[in-house]
């Protein structure tokens, strides 16, 4: 039943996608003061919603598991960070390329994308923490805690490097195109968004169901160990 | 869980990882008695202690000492513990040491206790002497000091007769006595088989993480104390 | 005792055992110099350039001198056993952990009001009239650092790569108090007026250590017992 669900979310979400690039790159006009470049921010946008949203949700469920002490929760909440972290990679990376070709620099300390990458070395950090920590509930309990100080600390990461910048002014990736986008344009956006929604959730499952597998083996082992 | 029983073991499992450390064990121990611990080294004697101790969390089952669990403040108030540490601050003098944990453990009057205390061990000559300057056997003194200073109910004490020098052992095993005749419970761990059964009314085995045996202490396991092992040990 | 009683016994004892061994201040005091120095390559310490940066330099030196000082707070109570003794205990981890924190405040204030004037003398800097104002941002800025350091040095106290891990959870964590420390001293360093623009900082220095230090205390007993 699993499987279907993944299979149904990963084949939805390949037919958005290939529609939208189909969108994108053939009835979308190039945008006025930025030229076809723009086009990036059909998947930087929707990456970043969908890292960003990862990272909230996966805390909800490490929230769970202290409640619970069920490790399936900690299971999910690893699995949504993972994927979540692939995507923030995709946004440093997009928006570094985008940078590139307006403004001719790789990194331009945009106020969101420079938030975003303090984002990503919280969640490597999570990560490393997981790997150093050898026991199953150690483990759990101690990204929960990190996922949490995390989720709470790039708000005000967030606030702060705005703020910033709005004191040292510098180069910012404009996603409303210097004025606001024209409707047809918006659209594509949100229909990525969706698309890609649904492709992190598929890979999210995928990890979990490699991660319960991974279990049952430990605790096969366990087993074994006994005996 | 009977009402006379100060410590109530029900069904306790506890991982590192793969490995099963415990595995279902269920027993009970009487308040006013002496359970020796036994098991080879790695049986999971120290897990058990530590779960005890409120030092760390079995998986599965269910623990309760004194009507309460082991990490509620009044449980860990009547609790004294003699871990492989000595659990001493080696910067500080035994005497600060013993005010610190008198303080800790919301004793009367942190600073008499800690010169009775000191007195109790033999260590008020040196009780301004920074611990780091102390020999083994003092050390030792110290800690047991430390572990009884609160007038704990219950005693957890993991191989408290390895590595001490006589006068060491003597000085526990006096405090030990008085302990019982006081109506405190003990759980003490051990493979050092002579001394523990001496003092023992209980004793329990731990088999790689299994409970193989659970009875009164006798004297044939004080005239051959390996004769637990040979019919409950290990295969 | 009372809760403050405890909590305060706790600090105490780790700030007599530091007084006594006096090996953590030390390190952390000649780790700053030695920061100190090796910047003044990098800058030319005479130039204007110097009053730009001065507030990130100070704060650099902190959070890294800082970190040592954080490290050791719970691994100090690996030696015997300790950090078992005070867990099963009755005081309760949010008495445990806020002795520390007092304790290493204590500690990171006295390594930072050493190595201010230091700075002052090798970076040629004028202090401030408004000397108390600075000293409000290192105190207020200081809390951020301790709050957090002492809680991950809480959760990484076990593990082998303890001094490797430290730093890279903690630093990304503590931009926000950083940046709020960074800019305040910058600007009064240069003798500026602190604008409408910079209450801001002041704000956002206050909200990060309220909101961690109330998360630290919530989160403390899961971290150190389970």
């Known amino acids: 039943m699993r499987l279907k669900i993944i299979l149904a979310l990963a084949t939805l979400s390949a037919l958005l996608l290939s529609w939208d690039l189909y969108r994108i790159f053939l009835q979308v006009p190039d945008e006025a003061s930025q030229g076809a470049i723009f086009r990036i921010i059909y998947f930087h946008v929707p990456a970043a919603i969908t890292s960003f949203a990862g990272f909230y949700v996966a805390m909800f469920s490490s929230i769970g598991y202290l409640i619970r002490k069920d490790l399936r929760l900690d299971a999910a909440a690893a699995a949504i960070n993972e994927v979540s972290l692939a995507f923030a990679t995709i946004t440093l990376v997009t928006g570094s390329i985008w940078g590139r070709v307006i403004w001719g620099i790789w990194w331009t300390w945009d106020p969101r994308l420079t938030s975003f990458f303090v984002c990503w070395l919280i969640y490597v950090g999570y990560f490393m923490l997981r790997r150093a920590i050898d026991d199953p509930t150690a483990r759990a309990r101690m990204s929960a805690v990190l996922s949490i100080f995390a989720c709470v600390d790039i708000v005000l990461v967030w606030k702060s490097i705005e703020w910033f910048r709005t004191q040292h002014p510098g180069p910012v990736l404009e996603i409303r195109g210097g004025g606001g986008m024209a409707p047809g344009m918006e659209a594509p956006l949100w229909w990525n968004l969706l698309a890609l929604l649904m492709l992190s959730t598929a890979l999210i499952l995928i990890r979990m169901r490699q991660e319960a597998m991974q279990r049952e083996i430990d605790s096969m082992r366990r087993f074994a160990h006994a005996f | 869980m009977s009402p006379a029983s100060a410590v109530a073991i029900e069904g306790v499992w506890k991982y590192f990882g793969d490995f099963p450390a415990l595995r279902d064990i269920s027993f009970d121990v009487k308040a006013g008695s002496c359970l020796a611990l036994l098991g080879r080294n790695g049986a999971g004697k120290t897990t058990l202690l530590r779960i005890l101790a409120g030092l760390s969390k079995a998986a599965r089952g269910r623990i309760t000492i004194l009507g309460l669990d082991p990490r509620a403040e009044k449980t860990r108030q009547r609790i004294g513990m003699l871990g492989h540490g000595i659990g001493v601050y080696e910067e500080l003098s035994a005497f600060e040491n013993l005010r610190l944990f008198g303080r800790l453990y919301g004793v009367d009057d942190p600073r008499k206790t800690a010169t009775e205390w000191l007195e109790r061990t033999g260590l008020d000559r040196v009780r301004d002497g920074l611990v780091r300057e102390f020999s083994r056997g003092m050390r030792q003194r110290l800690a047991v000091a430390r572990c009884f200073l609160h007038n704990p109910s219950l005693l957890l004490l993991d191989e408290p007769f390895t590595a001490l020098d006589d006068r060491a052992i003597q000085v526990l095993q006096e405090l030990l006595k008085t302990a019982l005749a006081e109506g405190r419970t003990i759980i003490m761990s051990t493979h050092q088989l002579r001394e523990a059964l001496e003092l023992a009314t209980d004793v329990a085995l731990i088999n790689r993480g299994k409970l193989g045996f659970r009875g009164e202490r006798t004297w044939e396991m004080l005239e051959d104390p390996g004769w637990l092992y040979r019919h409950y040990g290990e295969a | ?226």
């Open chain 3, 1 to 226: 005792m009372s809760f403050l009683g405890q909590t305060l016994a706790i600090a105490a004892k780790d700030l007599r055992s530091e007084v006594r061994s006096k090996e953590t201040v030390n390190a952390s005091l000649s780790f700053a110099l030695v920061i100190l120095l090796l910047f003044s390559f990098a800058f030319d310490p005479d130039s204007d350039q110097v009053r730009e940066i001065a507030g990130g330099l100070l704060w650099l030196v902190f959070a890294f001198a800082g970190t040592l000082i954080l490290n050791r707070s719970f691994a100090r109570e690996l030696v015997n056993d300790c950090l078992d003794a005070l867990i099963a205990s009755p005081v309760s981890g949010a008495q445990l952990f806020l002795g520390k924190c007092l304790a290493n405040y204590a500690l990171l204030m006295i390594v930072e009001c050493i190595s201010l004037p230091i700075f002052a003398i090798f970076y040629n800097v004028r202090l401030p009239q408004r000397l108390a104002l600075l000293f409000l941002v290192m105190l207020l800025g200081t809390w951020g650092l301790t709050v957090i350091g002492t809680l991950f040095s809480a959760m990484t106290v076990n593990l082998r790569l303890r001094e490797l891990m430290l730093p890279t959870l903690v630093y990304p964590l503590l931009i926000p108090a950083l940046m709020g420390a960074i800019q305040l001293s910058t600007v009064l360093i240069a003798g500026d007026t602190l604008g409408e623009q910079n209450l801001f900082w002041f704000r956002l220095l206050v909200a990060f250590d309220v909101i961690f230090t109330i998360l630290s205390l919530g989160l403390v007993e899961i971290v150190l017992v389970g």
